[in-house]
């Protein structure tokens, strides 16, 4: 072959992968353009105040394309699927409680985003912000509002597999006192310390400003722990956990379970353990749910599953009976007044 014909072949081919890096390009920005869009059929979304300790509201991330997606709206609790008050302030993961706010954004730059937790107060409004040190996942803040955590993913982006590591942080709102890494505290299995340097912890949830239970993974197997903050331990309770929700009556957990049998990358279902008993007990849900649940009401699950906008807020009764019912379209991180 002529070094002509050499040439030319490779011009030819530099031009086809332009063509193919433009067409690209062109199509990722029309994707995000149609985003910002609203979609026909969709909820009602308009701006206006949202307050985090409003009775007669539901908060949640709103999903739903157009200029409000992703920020914070505001729902009548007793009518989750009806028009949405957005607040201006996006979250990736949220949560709420006695009007103190758990806020995990990103920052998008030039290169890269980056990422932050914002503690908010009762209008949304910055109180204190930490720079995370990867990809946000999870969420919580105590019933007093007192101490909000999160869980980011250092590396990896799934908990499907087991290539992943997080780092779960706790902070006093009142005194600002971080506890940057719970891997820090003391694990115990079995009544036996563990130091291992493939710990992990994830999903806190809380039972009051000092006392939380979490996931903690070890040498393949993952526990509910219970943590305490002024003894900087963990203590580990039931095996094959996650992402923990503790009942407002303080005597459940909520959980996801791997199953045998299941797809590999779709392994959980949804559980509830009593506390009392450490008696497990199946769902009425049998579709995988990689989602920290949260509890309605005493009996109620609440929780994420994918849907045509990114998530849809689905329920299910905590003991077993019923069938699960979808909630609202383009939902998700929803935080009730308990």
């Known amino acids: 072959m002529s070094r002509t014909a050499r040439l030319l072949i490779l011009l030819a081919t530099v031009l086809v992968l332009g063509g193919v890096a433009v067409g690209a390009t062109l199509h990722a920005a029309g994707r995000a353009a149609q985003k910002d869009r609203p979609q026909t059929g969709g909820p009602a979304v308009s701006p206006g105040p949202v307050r985090l300790d409003d009775p007669h509201h539901t908060l949640f991330r709103n999903m739903a394309w157009g200029p409000h997606r992703d920020e914070i709206t505001a729902v009548p609790t007793d009518r989750l699927s009806g028009p949405r008050t957005a607040s201006g302030v996006r979250c990736l993961r949220f949560y709420q409680a006695s009007g103190t706010g758990i806020c995990l954004q990103a920052m ?171 008696r497990e007990s199946a769902t009425g849900e049998h579709r995988n749910v990689d989602d920290q649940a949260v509890w309605r009401d005493d009996h109620t699950l609440v929780y994420s599953l994918p849907g045509n906008y990114g998530s849809d807020l689905w329920t299910v009764p905590a003991d077993g009976t019923g069938t699960p019912r979808r909630l609202t379209t383009a939902a998700l991180a929803p935080a009730f007044q308990h």
Do not use: M
């Open 108 to 278: 998008h730059g030039k290169l890269r985003d980056t990422y932050r937790a914002i503690v908010l107060d009762n209008h949304l409004h910055e109180l204190r912000h930490y720079d995370l040190a990867g990809t946000p996942t999870r969420a919580r803040v105590s019933p007093s509002g007192r101490t909000a955590a999160w869980t980011v993913f250092v590396s990896g982006d799934s908990y499907a597999g087991t290539a992943f590591s997080t780092r779960t942080s706790l902070v006093d709102t009142r005194t600002w006192q971080l506890d940057a890494n719970l891997e820090t505290y003391e694990l115990t299995v079995d009544g036996h310390p563990v130091h291992a340097s493939d710990i992990n912890v994830w999903g806190v949830t809380f039972a009051d400003d000092t006392h939380f239970y979490a996931t903690a993974a070890t040498a393949g197997k993952t526990y509910l722990v219970r943590g305490d903050r002024t003894a900087k331990t963990l203590r580990a309770l039931h095996t094959n956990v996650e992402c923990p929700s503790l009942s407002p009556d303080g005597t459940r957990i909520a959980y996801k379970k791997r199953v045998q049998g299941a797809d590999p990358d779709a392994p959980w279902r949804l559980y509830v353990l009593d506390l009392r008993t450490l």
